[in-house]
Structure formats: C-alpha cells, structure tokens
C-alpha cells in the first residue's frame, strides 16, 4: 500500500528518522496522482541507486505480497544467501518496511538514506511512499548483498518500485478488486497495473487467478516475449495428507505445511517455491522457506501481552487484510478450526469496500465489535463499521476500543476465540500496544 502510515511525533525523544520522515509528510503533493516522473527526477539526483542493486525480484499482486516474500526471503537466506527486502506499509516502526541483507536497517543507516533524499529532493513535491522508497533503494546500493526483494506498495505499472530496467524474477500474486480509485473498477483494468512490472524476456511467476485477470496478465507477457510460470500451467501445489505437495517440471517436493496458517498460504508457499525452484533452491531451501518464514498480522496468534492478559483463556487471533478476497481467506481459515465461539473485533478504513470485506463471515462468527482505528484519521467511524457488518448479517455492536471490546465479549465466554482484523493500521496499533 502506497497510503503514508504516520510516524511518531517529532520529540526530544523521537529518533532523527522520525524526525526527517515527519518532515516529508509535507512534500506530499496535495492531489495524489500516479506517476513515475517524481521517482526518476530524485533516482537521477542520487546518482541512480537502482541500476546498482543486486538481482532484483520483483512482486506484485492485491493479497499475499508479504507472505510470498517473506517465503522467498527465508528460501534464499536459507541458502546462505545476504537478502535485501523492502515491503510496505510498516506495522510498529517504519524500519519493518527495510531489511539490509538480512537484517532490519540501523537508525542510522535509515536516517543517513533519509537525509541524503531529503537533500537532493530540495524541497520538490513528492510523495512520502516515492521519497521513502528512493531511501531504500539507496540504502540497498550501499549494501552488498546477494538478492533484493521489491514489494510493490500499490498497483505495478506506475508503483514507485516499478523502477528497476531488468529485474531477475517477477512474482504476481493473486489479483482481486481493491484500490479502485486508483487501478481501476473491473478486475481486468487492476490486473493491467498490476501486470506493468513485466519486463521483457524476464521470467514471471504467476499465482492463481481468475480468467479475467490471468488473460490481462498472459496478453501483456506476450507483447513483451516475457516467460511464465502460472498455477496449474507450470507448477501445481496442493495439500495431501497433511502435508504440502508441489510440483514443476523439475519433479515433486513433499513438505511440511506452512507456518503461516490459512489455506491461502498454500498457493502463496506455491509461489514461492516456484520462484525458488527457477533461482536453483534445493529442498532444504525450498523446505525452510515454508517453515521458517515469519509474517506478522496474517493470521498471528497472540500469546503474550496487555491484551493477552486481559483475557488469558481466550484463544487471541491479529489479522490485517481488509478487501473482500482476505475476508474470504480469513473466513475460511477460521470456518477450518476446532468449532468454538468466534468474535471479531473490526476497524476499517473508510476507503475499504467494508460490506464486500465482512460478508464472508456471516456463517462463521458469531458477533462483531466495531473500533475506530486509533490515531489513523482516515478511519471509519464504528458506528459506520457497524452498520455495514449488520447490513452483511453480522450481529454487530461497537466499542470505544479494542481493549473494552475484548473485556465484554469474554466477559460473557472467557474461552472465546477472537480475532482482531479489518486494516494493517490497526494491526500495527495492536503490535505497538501489545508489545
């Protein structure tokens, strides 16, 4: 996602990259348009930090960007490889969004990066998602390292990371509705943007898809003499007793399911491994990358914290998807587990197709709580989540947050399984708050 999470206040206290962030918060342009003119005029500034990355993989896709990468990132660290890795929004601070082979950027190395965009920008309208994604960039360049992992923080095409002439893999995840006011209303016009990060004759790993998307996606891979690797073409993955089964043409791997839970995460594991397998990963690596791979806010269980201890019996669950494809996934996740009481408690950005995201658990839960996201002034207001949840048949209440929620749903059944969900803001407030 391109939307700016914002940084901690500027304090005595507040670290400098807080400070430096806070400032280019101001530069943001006043209508928010998509281009890349804003991103060449500072990469040419800093001396193109983008032509001296290591070999780039590229990814894209509406749900489990996040999930497929940090796959790949434990694949490949897995085979002694050093992996940059950028993502985006951040949940708790933002130097989640910037990994430095291997490990998360130093404040000073982030506000080194920072100040040196901040300088050459001179003042210039930018957005805070282009400034900050050149920051990484260049923070990448200064690095040695073996890969580089870009997220594309929103569409593909005209995605500030959509930067790099030659990369050495693209992915594309899932293709759903979301962000129509910038992509497009139909699935095909999204499925354009999202297929802009195809390069020509570069490889492109391709998860599964519903046909409007997946023939955007072939016809663009065509213009471009790009190879693909889609789901049930090249590569198939699939659950057998108990264990995950994938396929290509370079023979079988029998694997232990994901770490990361939800049915969903097989098809990102998928995708993983079919990037791994064209990078030349062997089964240990391809093993580790579904095993050891951490994701926090997909379907996190809680099991420490003030929250925690509010409710110590309650089966605590923290998830940050918020379009109808991730209510889907997480509806079906929660439909898979031992039947027992199950609550949400919900807060939304008043972007969200808020209705579409929470139909799904109609046959599934039992009540919701609607929040308003703290500090985040693009929130919806509970009451609003609320009204939306009861038009989708959910029994619906409100709470002034997410602590009081909690209190009056295991007040009634303290061994409740409820889960905290509808937008990675709010997630990140409950990291932030929960520790």
């Given amino acids: 996602m391109t939307t700016a999470q914002t940084p901690a206040r500027a304090d005595k206290q507040a670290p400098h990259s807080d400070i430096i962030l806070e400032r280019m918060m101001a530069l943001h342009p006043k209508v928010m348009d998509l281009t890349l003119d804003r991103m060449w005029r500072i990469l040419a500034a800093l001396d193109h930090p983008e032509r001296k990355l290591p070999p780039v993989i590229h990814i894209a896709g509406t749900n489990g960007k996040g999930s497929t990468q940090a796959m790949i990132r434990a694949g490949l660290e897995a085979m002694g490889k050093r992996v940059h890795a950028y993502t985006s929004p951040h949940l708790a601070r933002f130097h989640e969004r910037i990994r430095l082979a291997g490990t998360l950027i130093t404040e ?38 073996d890969y580089t992992l870009l997220e594309v923080g929103l569409g593909g095409r005209l995605d500030a990371t959509n930067v790099i002439d030659t990369p050495a893999l693209t992915v594309i995840t899932p293709v759903s509705i979301d962000h129509q006011q910038y992509l497009g209303e139909t699935l095909a016009k999204i499925a354009f943007e999202k297929a802009g990060i195809l390069k020509r004759g570069v490889p492109c790993i391709v998860g599964p898809q519903e046909d409007d998307a997946l023939t955007v996606i072939e016809a663009q891979a065509a213009r471009l003499n790009a190879p693909l690797l889609a789901q049930g073409q090249h590569w198939h993955v699939d659950i057998e007793r108990g264990r995950m089964v994938f396929q290509d043409e370079t023979g079988l791997l029998d694997l232990p399911l994901p770490n990361l839970p939800g049915a969903h995460q097989i098809d990102n594991a998928g995708a993983a491994l079919a990037a791994l397998r064209h990078l030349g990963a062997d089964e240990a690596a391809c093993e580790a990358a579904v095993t050891t791979a951490f994701w926090p806010a997909r379907m996190q269980r809680l099991a420490t914290g003030p929250l925690v201890d509010l409710a110590p019996r309650a089966e605590l669950w923290l998830d940050g998807g918020h379009n109808p494809a991730a209510g889907q996934a997480i509806a079906r996740h929660l439909a898979s587990l031992p039947r027992r009481p199950t609550h949400l408690i919900c807060g939304m950005l008043n972007t969200k197709d808020v209705r579409g995201y929470m139909a799904p658990f109609a046959e599934t839960v039992d009540s919701l709580t609607a929040v308003s996201i703290p500090g985040e002034q693009n929130t919806l207001p509970a009451e609003a989540t609320a009204e939306a949840a009861r038009a989708a048949t959910l029994s619906a209440h409100i709470a002034p947050d997410v602590a009081t929620a909690l209190r009056r749903i295991t007040a009634d059944d303290p061994t409740a399984r409820v889960l905290i969900c509808g937008s990675l803001y709010l997630a990140g407030h409950i990291l932030r708050e929960n520790g």
């Fill in 108 to 145: 000073e190395s982030l506000t080194q990066a920072l100040d040196d965009c901040y300088a050459v920008n001179d003042g210039q309208q930018i957005t805070y998602f282009e400034i900050t994604t050149a920051a990484a960039l260049l923070a990448f360049s200064r690095t040695p390292a």
